[in-house]
């Protein structure tokens, strides 16, 4: 019941900037974009949320259109230690799950 | 910086035993969560606990499956009678405020045989 679409996978450069793109086209007024990844086999690691607004922290920026229909999540220097599966996820202000889709696989090459 | 811990890593049972999984949420952290992930499948919700009671739960966690937080500081899944199907991966994870912006343990991984 994952509201969000992404690519399955992608390569990246290592150094060069990866920007993960996430449709969520049935998003909803009360419900923000959440980012998470997971390397290998541990526990899903946050990396970032945001309603309507773009968003930076340490880790990442979040781009979210205006229509708040998709989103971008940019990792602005990628390393190998990047690579993991990112995944984008809608959750409602409420709510108290968070539902995880297939997610990207994103590569990082040297 | 705080983490949440899992104990054991690791856990082999037999079909039909109850297991019992540990979790050590961050310590002012007020909502709880389990999570499992089969191997090659998504990272599924299980259940999610607050002020001493169950919040919200799936479809999966049925009759067999319980929480409690016994104490100040533990947070278990147990799981009465388990199956060759309940074999995956269980992450514990926690929150401060009940947001989306969870603290995830690194898992324990639970084999049936």
């Known amino acids: 019941d994952a509201k969000t679409t992404q690519p399955p996978s992608m390569d990246c450069a290592e150094g060069r900037a990866a920007n993960l793109p996430c449709n969520h086209s049935?998003?909803?007024?009360?419900?923000?974009v959440y980012w998470y990844r997971q390397i290998h086999s541990q526990g899903p690691q946050y990396i970032i949320h945001?309603?309507?607004n773009n968003e930076t922290n340490e880790m990442a920026s979040l781009i979210i259109t205006e229509d708040r229909k998709s989103s971008t999540l940019i990792l602005p220097h990628a390393t190998l230690r990047d690579t993991a599966v990112y995944y984008c996820?809608?959750?409602?202000?409420?709510?108290?799950?968070?539902?995880f889709g297939a997610g990207t696989t994103v590569t990082v090459r040297a | 910086e705080p983490e949440v811990t899992q104990t054991p890593s690791h856990q082999v049972t037999q079909m039909g035993q109850e297991v019992i999984l540990r979790c050590v949420p961050i310590?002012?952290?007020?909502?709880f969560y389990w999570y499992r992930q089969i191997l090659g499948q998504k990272v599924e919700f299980l259940v999610s606990?607050?002020?001493?009671?169950?919040?919200?739960k799936s479809e999966i966690f049925d009759d067999q499956f319980s929480v409690e937080r016994p104490d100040g500081s533990n947070f278990t899944l147990k799981i009465r009678s388990t199956k060759l199907e309940d074999s995956a991966m269980y992450f514990c994870?926690?929150?401060?405020?009940?947001?989306?912006?969870?603290?995830f343990g690194s898992g324990t991984q639970l084999s049936v045989l």
């Open positions: 994870a926690s929150s401060e405020d009940g947001g989306g912006k969870l603290f």
């Open positions: 049935t998003i909803s007024g009360n419900e923000y």
């Open positions: 945001g309603l309507k």
């Open positions: 996820i809608v959750r409602g202000r409420n709510d108290y799950k968070l539902s």
């Open positions: 310590s002012n952290h007020l909502y």
């Open positions: 606990f607050y002020n001493n009671e169950i919040s919200e």
